[in-house]
């Protein structure tokens, strides 16, 4: 593994480490890590010490596999509802009941949501 890497490949898979979904999210602790582990929500890989995440896994806890050919543009970092809300003119709050009413396509950190560029744009797309 390369030093200051946070996305690895070994042995035919990608492998993403803690900050690196952090960063992803804009979200997360080592204590939300742990409790996400221990309810088997999120699983881990472990070599060693170290601890890692395939992409399969993250998807799986963010809510679901993303379509296969849509599966690189799902790895991009995640918006805020703040960024949609700007994207399109609207309030966070307004984002945020268009996808909790399954309206607007989100993906879920925890208790947190969190937007797929792709989608948000595949949305602005045919909402404008």
Known sequence: MET?????????????????????????SHSFFWRAEADN????????RA????????FDFEGGQPRAEWREAYKADLLLPEEVGA??????????????????????IGLQT???PLEVSRWIGGWT
């Open 87 to 108: 994207r399109i003119g609207r309030s966070r709050n307004w984002v945020l009941d268009a996808a909790n009413a399954g309206d607007l396509p989100a993906r879920r």
């Open 51 to 58: 601890v890692f995440y395939t992409w399969p896994a993250v």
């Open 4 to 28: 200051g890497k946070r996305e690895t490949r070994a042995g035919g898979e990608h492998r993403l480490d803690r900050q690196r979904l952090i960063k992803r999210w804009r979200h997360g």
């Open 114 to 116: 969190r937007f797929v």
């Open 41 to 48: 929500l999120l699983r881990p890989v472990r070599r060693g």
